[in-house]
């Protein structure tokens, strides 16, 4: 494959990093970092970009841990990418997995002639920033320029090898998005179908056309991992496997039954052993109350 190797200096100029973020809440910190873009004339229409970022993180945050942020829209500008990064020392609530406040927000719009390109944007940005010496260095640049020099180390590949990355939420999101439409009723078709479409411009192809084909076939296409089994067809993954599925974001497929894996969320499995005590509990009540039957017959009866 045709792979053009470049750096985030390509996309990114000192002039796009707001190094002090004035703003201490989300909305307003996107708002300042479009406004910039529009001032270096590298958006065009801030308010349709504004809706779709707000859209995208009303649907999932977009928050990576750590600090981090990746705020992003597909919307028709000039160019074909526009990028912004905006620190905050004192943090922002981004409504995080890991709860913490996002210290460095990297702001990215792309025109939808490139559909593709958030994902091999943000593999490169992924593999960097997965390091903790790399957050390191970035937390603490002491200036703009410092932190554009550690910034253009991060290396992209265009277009991506075909590796399926960090789309596994996302996936399930849809599926779940996509079983809700069958069945809802017409006043929440709409924005369902909305949901649905934002989700599916930023997957790519090959993996919505499985996506789909096992949609059709089975009526679903995801299955979670459990303790180390598919809960699709109960067979055990490779423990290797079963251990990358829950540290990471990424997508695998089920070697048995061919359906993508993800893992389970935490709260879920916890519900659901919460859910199954208390199935057990009646049972284990209504035992005793036979014994206890049983029991008060052996004692003589009172006259
Ligand atoms: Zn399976």
Same mark, same amino acid.
């Given at each position: 494959?045709?792979?053009?190797?470049?750096?985030?200096?390509?996309?990114?100029?000192? *002039?796009? !990093?707001? /190094?002090?973020?004035?703003?201490? =809440? @989300?909305?307003?910190?996107?708002?300042? +970092? %479009?406004?910039? &873009?529009?001032?270096?004339?590298?958006?065009?229409?801030?308010?349709?970009?504004?809706?779709?970022?707000?859209?995208?993180?009303?649907?999932?945050?977009?928050a990576l841990g750590h600090g981090l942020a990746v705020p992003h829209a597909r919307v028709d500008t000039e160019?074909?990418?526009?990028?912004?990064?905006?620190?905050?020392?004192?943090?922002?609530?981004?409504?995080?997995?890991?709860?913490?406040?996002?210290?460095?927000?990297?702001?990215?719009?792309?025109?939808?002639?490139?559909?593709?390109?958030?994902?091999?944007?943000?593999?490169?940005?992924?593999?960097?920033?997965?390091?903790?010496?790399?957050?390191?260095?970035?937390?603490?640049?002491?200036?703009?320029?410092?932190?554009?020099?550690?910034? *253009?180390? !991060?290396? /992209?590949?265009?277009?991506?090898? =075909? @590796?399926?990355?960090?789309?596994?939420? +996302? %996936?399930?999101? &849809?599926?779940?998005?996509?079983?809700?439409?069958?069945?809802?009723?017409?006043?929440?078709?709409?924005?369902?179908?909305?949901?649905?479409?934002?989700?599916?411009?930023?997957?790519?192809?090959?993996?919505?056309?499985?996506?789909?084909?096992?949609?059709?076939?089975?009526?679903?296409?995801?299955?979670?991992?459990?303790?180390?089994?598919?809960?699709?067809?109960?067979?055990?993954?490779?423990?290797?496997?079963?251990?990358?599925?829950?540290?990471?974001?990424?997508?695998?497929?089920?070697?048995?039954?061919?359906?993508?894996?993800?893992?389970?969320?935490?709260?879920?499995?916890?519900?659901?052993?919460?859910?199954?005590?208390?199935?057990?509990?009646?049972?284990?009540?209504?035992?005793?109350?036979?014994?206890?039957?049983?029991?008060?017959?052996?004692?003589?009866?009172?006259?």
């Amino acid at each position: 494959m045709n792979l053009r190797e470049t750096t985030f200096g390509e996309f990114l100029k000192p *002039s796009q !990093i707001i /190094f002090d973020l004035k703003s201490r =809440d @989300k909305l307003e910190a996107i708002e300042e +970092l %479009l406004d910039s &873009l529009v001032r270096l004339k590298l958006i065009n229409n801030k308010n349709l970009t504004l809706t779709r970022i707000v859209d995208r993180e009303n649907l999932e945050s977009t928050a990576l841990g750590h600090g981090l942020a990746v705020p992003h829209a597909r919307v028709d500008t000039e160019g074909q990418i526009a990028v912004a990064v905006g620190r905050s020392a004192e943090g922002i609530d981004f409504d995080a997995p890991d709860g913490q406040p996002v210290r460095l927000i990297i702001l990215v719009v792309w025109n939808p002639s490139l559909p593709g390109l958030f994902n091999h944007l943000f593999a490169g940005l992924a593999s960097f920033l997965i390091k903790p010496e790399n957050r390191f260095r970035l937390f603490n640049s002491r200036d703009k320029e410092e932190l554009h020099a550690v910034l *253009s180390e !991060i290396r /992209f590949s265009f277009p991506r090898e =075909d @590796k399926i990355i960090n789309r596994a939420s +996302l %996936l399930k999101k &849809l599926q779940d998005i996509e079983i809700r439409i069958r069945r809802a009723p017409k006043d929440r078709l709409e924005e369902l179908q909305k949901h649905r479409n934002l989700i599916r411009e930023e997957l790519d192809q090959s993996l919505l056309a499985r996506f789909d084909l096992l949609m059709d076939r089975y009526g679903y296409a995801v299955a979670e991992v459990v303790d180390g089994v598919c809960r699709s067809c109960n067979m055990s993954v490779s423990t290797q496997m079963a251990s990358a599925i829950e540290e990471s974001n990424d997508i695998y497929v089920c070697e048995n039954c061919g359906k993508y894996l993800v893992a389970a969320r935490k709260e879920k499995i916890a519900r659901e052993k919460v859910e199954k005590a208390r199935k057990e509990k009646p049972a284990a009540q209504a035992e005793k109350a036979v014994k206890a039957k049983e029991a008060g017959k052996k004692k003589p009866a009172r006259k």
